[in-house]
């Protein structure tokens, strides 16, 4: 029996050995524990279901590419990182290919709970390649950073599955152009929450002034005793 803190990651290679071999939808948990060669109860004990072993996937994944980047990445500029990061990505992605296209076809095998999750997860990730290539996430701008990332990524992954080249430069250079496209995208966004922010200030200057006016009317139109 494996050791217990080991057993998570026993059942997520078991999961993706499966999906290699049949359809996702037809893997079953007691499948999988089998396969992982643990009882079903110590499955119960460290994953919540297949979604559960998916998401435990992603969070690897995440863990993969941010233990594996160095001080000197963080000298490149902020597009070079980006696409380092991401191709990073697919790189500690590309033994599993098979099982993510099985996975895939079926579409996660998600219900609607688990795909509100599975989404928010793949947000979780996107938020932590930005930054670790030096992108802010906070705010409403890196919320949209966040969330056009990620549909960058879902694009591209779709094309990294199909690549069957030795390098999956074909992979990159269409990351590349989709991610220059977004940088044009994102300073005008930049630009245009600069102008909403100042002319937001600007009025609420506008308001406080008009606020004090108002103040210093009533206090001179009141009765000299009620002043007193």
């Known amino acids: 029996m494996p050791a217990k803190k080991d057993i998570p990651n026993i059942l997520i290679d078991a999961a993706l050995k499966l999906a290699t071999e049949k359809s996702w939808h037809d893997v079953t948990i007691i499948d999988i524990a089998q396969t992982a060669g643990v009882t079903i109860a110590d499955c119960h004990a460290h994953v919540g279901g297949k979604a559960d072993i ?27 990182r980006l696409i380092a990061v991401i191709m990073a990505r697919f790189d500690a992605l590309a033994d599993h290919r098979d099982a993510l296209r099985s996975i895939l076809k079926s579409r996660g095998d998600l219900g609607p709970a688990d795909s509100i999750r599975a989404i928010k ?16 996430t ?19 992954f779709g094309h990294w599955l199909d690549d069957d080249s030795t390098d999956f430069a074909p992979t990159m250079a269409y990351l590349d152009r989709e991610l220059s496209k977004a940088a ?45």
């Open 54 to 80: 998916l998401r435990r996937f992603i969070a690897r994944i995440d863990h993969e590419v941010l233990a594996d980047l160095h001080e000197d990445d963080f000298a490149e500029p902020g597009h070079d």
């Open 121 to 136: 997860s793949h947000f979780g990730s996107m938020r932590w390649m930005l930054e670790a290539a030096g992108f802010r």
């Open 138 to 156: 906070s705010g409403l701008q890196g919320s949209l950073r966040v969330a056009g990332l990620t549909a960058i990524y879902a694009r591209t």
């Open 184 to 228: 044009g995208w994102d300073g005008q966004v930049e630009k245009g929450l600069g102008k909403a922010t100042g002319l937001c200030r600007k009025l609420s200057e506008k308001c406080q002034q008009i606020r004090s006016k108002k103040s210093s009317r009533r206090a001179d139109t009141q009765p000299t005793d009620a002043r007193q």
